[in-house]
């Protein structure tokens, strides 16, 4: 196996997605659906605008997800009384129970990614992929590519 950097995160995530894959259609959600019902239920009632904003993805394509769950009947919509041009999001009992099966295998994969791995090596694990991530937010505030 390749062993640079990009590829072997490219490899853990693609292993990840696979093994969680088969519970969203348990659960009934699409693909990048589950992170916005965690999103929800960790912030309560939000705007569209505040979880594009969070994942840092289009706000079209968070309206497309969006739209889907609330047909599905994961997620409630509300016009913002402080703001008329603004809809409020937030989750339906359907989207909870649908977020707390999630968590419960996301914490399965995360045992059987991590087994073997010490607390001190899960969280010095952690402490480096944060350390990415805020290297390409730094990189990208200089314009970088």
């Known amino acids: 196996m390749e062993k640079t950097f990009h590829m072997l995160v490219y490899r853990a995530f693609h292993a990840q997605r696979n093994y969680l894959r088969g519970c969203l259609g348990k659960v009934g959600l699409g693909s990048g659906q589950p992170k916005l019902l965690g999103y929800l239920a960790q912030n309560g009632p939000s705007c569209q605008r505040q979880i594009a904003d969070y994942f840092e ?4 394509a968070v309206s497309r997800m969006l739209d889907s769950l609330c047909k599905s009947g994961f997620v409630s919509r509300r016009v913002d009384e402080k703001n008329r041009r603004a809809d409020v999001l ?4 359907k989207g909870r129970q649908a977020h707390a099966h999630w968590k419960e ?3 399965q994969a995360e045992q059987v990614m991590l087994q073997g791995f010490s607390d ?3 969280e010095q694990f952690a402490d480096f992929l944060t350390r990415a991530y805020q290297n390409f937010k730094e990189s990208a505030k200089e314009g970088q590519p």
């Open 105 to 107: 295998q996301c914490a």
């Open 57 to 60: 993805i289009d706000p079209a």
């Open 90 to 93: 937030e989750l339906t009992e």
């Open 120 to 122: 001190a090596e899960r």
